[in-house]
């Protein structure tokens, strides 16, 4: 079946730095991907929505130029988290298909996630 | 963000009893799915549904899509201990919101 590998699955990090999240399809080519937060306890929120080639489309509230998002090749997606602070940390998963999700088979694999922690 | 309403919140239950959970939305969706996720890992899809009224089981799992496309339930029958986790629905058109979540325990 469909694997989506996330990397990496935890990082800690200074106040300040940045970090890079990486999203890879393994078996097949994914032309969107999905990238969620997740706070302890919660649900997972939608943050930006990223199809191959193309700029990503952020969800209301989050901020573009602190959550980079590159989608630059069908089984590669990437995320960072810029001049990261305290508030920051959390659980980022990414999820990906490989048909668009209006087309009716709107099932999408998850990556395990990545956990960040903002020092 | 948007999210969908998702009840109950908890449930702690005995093995063997069964298990309600359903979500609700102000939108209609394409497609219906249920997630588990377990402590420190990503979700897994469980159950896919795809049109209004849709009945689909997977083992002791059982889903249904609403009617007016803007609801969806969850059923665990004969529940066992491995079936404990967080259990979220998901509404997709063009892209996937999540339920609030519902954490099941079960006590052997």
């Known amino acids: 079946g469909a694997v989506v590998s996330q990397h990496p699955s935890w990082v800690i990090c200074k106040s300040g730095t940045s970090v890079k999240i990486e999203c890879r399809s393994l078996d097949f080519q994914a032309t969107t991907m999905f990238w969620y937060r997740q706070f302890p306890k919660k649900s997972l929120m939608l943050m930006a929505t990223s199809n191959e080639g193309s700029k990503a489309t952020y969800e209301q509230g989050v901020e573009k130029d602190k959550f980079l998002i590159n989608h630059a090749s069908l089984t590669l997606s990437t995320l960072t988290v810029t001049s990261a602070h305290p508030e920051d940390s959390s659980f980022y998963i990414c999820?990906?298909?490989?048909?668009?999700?209006?087309?009716?088979?709107?099932?999408?694999?998850f990556g395990a996630g990545s956990r960040l922690t903002v020092l | 963000g948007q999210q969908l309403n998702q009840s109950p919140q908890s449930m702690f239950i005995q093995e063997g009893e069964d298990v309600s959970m359903n979500c609700t939305s102000s939108?209609?969706?394409?497609?219906w799915l249920w997630y588990k996720q377990e402590p420190g890992e990503g979700p897994v899809l469980l159950i896919a549904?795809?049109?209004?009224?849709e009945l689909t089981s997977n083992g002791r799992l059982t889903a249904q899509f609403g009617i007016t496309r803007k609801d969806s339930f969850l059923n665990i029958s004969a529940s066992i201990p491995s079936d404990v986790g967080i259990y979220f629905c998901g509404g997709a058109t063009n892209k996937l919101i999540f339920g609030t979540g519902t954490l099941l325990a079960v006590q052997p």
């Open positions: 549904l795809y049109k209004a009224g």
């Open positions: 939108s209609i969706f394409n497609t």
């Open positions: 999820s990906a298909t490989d048909r668009f999700l209006t087309s009716g088979a709107n099932v999408l694999t």
